[in-house]
């Protein structure tokens, strides 16, 4: 999130700010003061503090917007090739972050709680105006309700590009009527609502676009997302962002982050499929081997049996090798490996072929 927006942000709430910023020595103060070693004993130490899942969620909010300072540092140097673990834990020993430290912080907090969270990623609108800068906050389940938060928000705002911490309570537990006024999902599975609101309405604020009844069955469609794997998810949400009008910068600019993580998993799948297939092949070869020697010394010395279960069994994992290798779908680049590795397959099924 750019240092724009936290201004925004600052300027539109600075009212509550001063209402809010000002905590007690009780047992609140207390907590947000707390300097745990790990974010587990954190968890356990809200815990201990507090017995309801609201109470608990709630005050993992407040320790996160306390002690959590935003740094522009993180935000110019995070690489995408940490993953949302490394930069939660990032987050919590450093103490500064980005969206993805606050929010991934906090829903650590609440899962190592037993409170179901998810990532929510999309961008904002304050004072009028549409950041297109991916943003990413939390959605919670609490007494079988779907409510938001922004523990990014929720800390402080950058004022003349220097973080000002100031704790503010109207991002915590948002209703997603309350939350589609500032905060868009790039996903309308996140929105919560029964006709989500299109990226057109967002933007050109005409709110009456919607997916009408395009969650009819919402807890059923959330289950279902659930079961997928990360990138049946990501493909998920870029089927539903293709449906729609998508020519704005934000959607422009996750529908490429989407392509671009599709196809890094597509190589990276390809890449595990082509060693599967390479370690297989080589237990082929060394199946084969294994009869080859014992055929040569049966010949030799006319003694000893010949090994014909190893020439069946590099039989079998040679037709293995090739159902695997068709199956692949390769990308350009794994194209050459992929026909290399069929060729010396070919050869090899035609030796082995040869001596049954």
């Known amino acids: 999130m750019n240092s724009k927006l936290f201004l925004l942000s600052f300027i539109l709430y600075w009212s509550s700010f001063l209402l809010t910023a000002q905590q007690s020595d009780g047992a609140a103060g207390k907590l947000n003061r707390y300097q745990a070693s790990s974010?587990?004993?954190l968890a356990e130490k809200i815990k201990l503090s507090h017995s309801?899942?609201?109470?608990?969620?709630?005050?993992?909010y407040q320790w996160v917007a306390h002690n959590i300072r935003y740094s522009l540092t993180e935000s110019n140097s995070q690489s995408r090739s940490l993953s949302q673990v490394e930069i939660t834990e990032r987050a919590f020993?450093?103490?500064?972050?980005?969206?993805?430290?606050?929010?991934?912080?906090?829903?650590?907090?609440?899962?190592?709680?037993?409170i179901r969270t998810a990532l929510v990623s999309g961008y904002t609108r304050l004072l009028g105006q549409i950041d297109p800068t991916p943003h990413v906050w939390l959605a919670?389940?609490?007494?079988?309700?779907?409510?938001?938060?922004?523990?990014?928000?929720?800390?402080?705002?950058?004022?003349?590009?220097?973080?000002v911490q100031e704790y503010n309570p109207d991002f915590l537990l948002v209703t997603p009527e309350k939350m589609i006024r500032s905060h868009m999902p790039y996903d309308p599975l996140w929105q919560f609502l029964a006709s989500p609101v299109t990226h057109e309405g967002f933007i050109l604020k005409k709110t009456h676009l919607h997916w009408k009844d395009y969650y009819r069955h919402h807890a059923d469609s959330l289950r279902h997302f659930f079961q997928l794997d990360q990138n049946e998810q990501y493909q998920a949400e870029y089927d539903r962002l293709d449906r729609q009008p998508?020519?704005?910068?934000?959607?422009v600019l996750r529908m490429n982050f989407l392509i671009q993580a599709l196809e890094?998993?597509?190589?990276?799948?390809?890449?595990?499929l082509i060693n599967h297939i390479s370690a297989t092949f080589n237990e082929a070869v060394g199946a084969y081997n294994n009869y080859a020697r014992s055929f040569n010394e049966q010949q030799r010395q006319e003694k000893g049996k010949v090994k014909l279960s190893e020439l069946q069994k590099a039989a079998v994992l040679l037709d293995s090798c090739e159902k695997m290798l068709l199956s692949g779908r390769y990308p350009p680049e794994?194209?050459?490996?992929?026909?290399?590795?069929?060729?010396?397959?070919?050869?090899?099924?035609?030796?082995?072929?040869?001596?049954?």
């Open 39 to 41: 974010i587990k004993a």
């Open 52 to 60: 309801q899942p609201q109470q608990r969620y709630e005050a993992a």
């Open 93 to 114: 020993l450093r103490r500064k972050a980005v969206c993805e430290g606050y929010a991934g912080l906090l829903d650590s907090l609440a899962q190592l709680m037993e």
């Open 140 to 163: 919670v389940q609490l007494d079988g309700k779907w409510l938001l938060s922004d523990p990014t928000f929720g800390a402080g705002a950058m004022v003349n590009n220097k973080f």
């Open 246 to 251: 998508h020519q704005y910068e934000a959607v």
């Open 264 to 272: 890094i998993a597509r190589h990276n799948e390809t890449v595990k």
């Open 334 to 356: 794994l194209i050459d490996e992929a026909k290399t590795i069929q060729q010396s397959l070919f050869e090899f099924q035609q030796k082995v072929r040869d001596a049954r």
